[in-house]
């Protein structure tokens, strides 16, 4: 019998916390690396590693890379370390970096708040032919709204028994991502999540997919650096807990969850 040949194969290491402070200022992520490339199937097959960049190595290098990098968004964070790599270990072929913020508020003075929720992402991908591709997005943007919500119309059989609502509270969790065309021209990711924001509270939806194709009609409006937007959103409205004709009290949801995506091209 012959023996099985690899047909995909990566590793790396996740979750590498940065915190980089420079007098008053803090930058902080946690960053995860993935490598690929046909050097390393020799280190599945016959247990040979001399190839094998240490997942620990990985780690310092990232470390030295933010002590030394100049900059202060993940877009150009994970240039610097995507750039650095591949020139490096000419025998890597791919290297695919994400990164999540980790955000503190400043309060008073020195004094930083640990937030934990509307956090910048970022995502690249660098090769040995010189290439790359970048993504940057905002993940954990939670939302919620007392009115201008509806759903209603919709397919009805014998396993519905949802209820329709023409105006309803909304209460969304919220991931978005999008491509800009010249990695030199990116968009403003708090402006972007900030049009977000606006048109959640000012948009009159009949569904979330009604409610976050407008989204991203408008982030396309405004930021002609971006070709493309795309979301993805859970639906997390509260269960009634209890109600009188005054007032209505609410307990979170328990699951499942309704999951809704899109991508939008300009």
């Known amino acids: 019998m012959a023996r099985p040949r690899p047909v995909a194969h990566s590793y790396g290491k996740d979750a590498v916390s940065v915190y980089r402070t420079n007098g008053e200022r803090l930058f902080a992520c946690e960053v995860r690396m993935v490598l690929r490339g046909d050097a390393f199937e020799t280190s599945y097959t016959e247990g040979d590693n001399s190839l094998v960049v240490a997942t620990d190595s990985m780690k310092n290098f990232v470390h030295r890379t933010a002590l030394e990098h100049a900059g202060g968004g993940l877009e150009d964070f994970l240039a610097e370390i995507g750039r650095r790599f591949v020139d490096r270990y000419e025998h890597v072929r791919t290297v695919e970096l994400r990164a999540r913020e980790t955000v503190f508020a400043p309060r008073a003075g020195r004094v930083f708040q640990r937030l934990y929720d509307d956090c910048a992402v970022a995502e690249a991908t660098f090769s ?6 970048e993504r940057s997005g905002r ?3 939670h939302l919620v709204k007392l009115t201008g919500s509806a759903f209603a119309g919709f397919l009805r059989d ?6 329709e609502t023409h105006d309803r509270p909304l209460f969304v969790h919220l991931d978005t991502g999008w491509h800009n065309a010249d990695y030199a021209r990116r968009a403003d990711g708090e402006g972007v999540r900030d049009t977000l924001v606006a048109t959640f509270a000012e948009f009159a939806s009949e569904s979330i997919q009604h409610l976050v194709h407008e989204m991203g009609a ?8 971006i070709d493309n937007v795309a979301f993805a959103a859970e639906n997390r409205l509260w269960d009634t807990a209890q109600q009188d004709p005054g007032a209505t009290v609410y307990t979170d949801a328990r699951p499942p969850f309704g999951v ?3 991508s939008l091209d300009r």
């Open 128 to 133: 040995d032919d010189g290439t790359h591709v």
């Open 139 to 141: 993940e954990g943007l």
């Open 158 to 163: 014998e396993y519905t028994t949802l209820p």
């Open 218 to 225: 408008r982030v396309l409006e405004r930021f002609p650096e």
């Open 260 to 262: 809704i995506t899109l």
